[in-house]
């Protein structure tokens, strides 16, 4: 059973905009982040969901060029699903573990605005910290709390 919660209207909203930045949904542990997430992608025809802690070879994607379109096409590979702007939710889980994603997400912005793209996890702020830069008005945090 799906509980709503205040982000989801958030992220529906976010979901109807024809170009949209990168969004890094923050939270603490179990508070929903990737559940609403799935939530939003029935609204989509295909889903893919990259779990950094889980799918390790993924990692690999964001070690050389971070070129959205060609991770992309690498993604669409890898997890068998297309990922067409407009039809696609590509979702990077975990994202804290994997650095050079992180830094990817304001290439989504800058070079395929039209493709939606959710980031999240829950160890962020330790993994931002070690980046020397950010994507800056690039990238748009949402922040979930429990039940929000």
């Known amino acids: 059973m799906y509980i709503n919660r205040l982000i989801d209207n958030?992220?529906?909203l976010w979901s109807k905009?024809?170009?949209?930045?990168?969004?890094?949904l923050r939270g603490a542990r179990q508070v929903g982040k990737s559940t609403s997430v799935r939530k939003l992608a029935e609204?989509?025809?295909f889903f893919v969901e990259v779990n950094?802690?889980?799918k390790k070879a993924a990692h690999s994607?964001?070690?050389s060029d971070l070129e959205p379109k060609t991770i992309c096409e690498e993604l669409s590979v890898m997890y068998n699903t297309p990922i067409i702007a407009g039809?696609?939710?590509v979702f990077f889980d975990e994202i804290q573990t994997c650095l050079p994603a992180i830094s990817s997400l304001r290439f989504f912005y800058e070079d395929y605005p039209e493709l939606h793209l959710i980031?999240?996890?829950s160890l962020l702020e330790f993994a931002l910290e070690e980046l020397p830069s950010f994507g800056v008005g690039r990238i748009r945090s949402m922040f979930i709390r429990c039940m929000q």
């Open 17 to 24: 905009e024809s170009k949209h930045k990168p969004i890094l």
């Open 10 to 12: 958030d992220l529906e």
């Open 61 to 63: 994607l964001f070690q």
């Open 43 to 45: 609204q989509f025809e």
């Open 87 to 89: 039809k696609t939710l």
């Open 52 to 54: 950094f802690e889980k």
């Open 119 to 121: 980031a999240a996890g």
